[in-house]
């Protein structure tokens, strides 16, 4: 009996990431699809190559993407982009909207950004239980004049799903800046845990940020 719960486990641990993975890229796969219904009808790969084959939309995406990126690049192309922000910078309920979401795409996409600058170890939600966060920089406007000392902005994800969690500011002295890529430390959020990553070859006691 132990060598077939053995064996369930480990035929377990080979699937279930297999395929929580190929659902995640059929869900991915079928929304960009999507995408071929702006072509005309005529145009679309089912109908001029007699089957479905699924990923064309994929393609199309990439090219569409590709295509506003050389739009957007080029003089012009620069000008009609302002044009269009400051028209829906006009719009009330779509300018708050539209700002939220592009300072957020900014700071992910931006050559010259980095969300999530190093991994650190911070206490939370109370003194004396650690976690994972993220520094993503330091208050600013109006938050500083009511922060005495060095304050570091934080991002805390929750687990598995990194993509919710929470925006703090937390004294630098309390956060420790962990020698662990961004990567390393997302991979150890999501797997809760159980993906560690390697230690480093020397861990200074308190490593400055």
């Known amino acids: 009996m132990s060598s077939i719960r053995r064996w369930l486990l480990a035929g377990l641990l080979v699937l279930v990431p297999l395929a929580i993975t ?16 702006i072509l005309p009808a005529a145009w679309h ?3 001029l190559l007699g089957l479905h ?23 012009f192309g620069k000008k009609l982009v302002l044009l269009g922000n400051s028209m829906l910078h006009r719009i009330p309920i779509v300018r708050s909207i539209y700002s939220s979401v592009k300072q957020v795409s900014d700071t992910l996409f931006s050559e010259n950004g980095n969300a999530f600058r190093k991994a650190l170890l911070v206490q939370w939600p109370r003194e ?36 919710g969690g929470y925006f703090v500011m937390l004294r630098k002295s ?12 997302l991979t150890y959020v999501i797997s809760m845990g159980v993906v560690v990553p390697a230690k480093p070859a020397v861990r200074p006691l308190n490593p400055p940020l």
């Open 22 to 37: 190929l659902s995640v890229l059929d869900w991915i796969v079928g929304v960009l699809d999507q995408t071929l219904l």
């Open 174 to 185: 309390d956060c420790i800046e962990l020698k662990m890529s961004v990567d390393q430390a």
């Open 53 to 75: 084959i699924p990923g064309f939309g994929v393609l199309l995406a990439l090219v569409i993407v590709l295509l506003m990126g050389a739009i957007a690049s080029n003089f």
């Open 45 to 47: 790969p089912d109908k």
């Open 128 to 163: 004396g239980v650690w976690t994972i966060g993220f520094l993503t920089g330091v208050p600013g406007g109006d938050v500083v004049n009511h922060l005495p000392g060095d304050y570091l902005s934080v991002y805390v994800p929750t687990t598995p799903n990194p993509t």
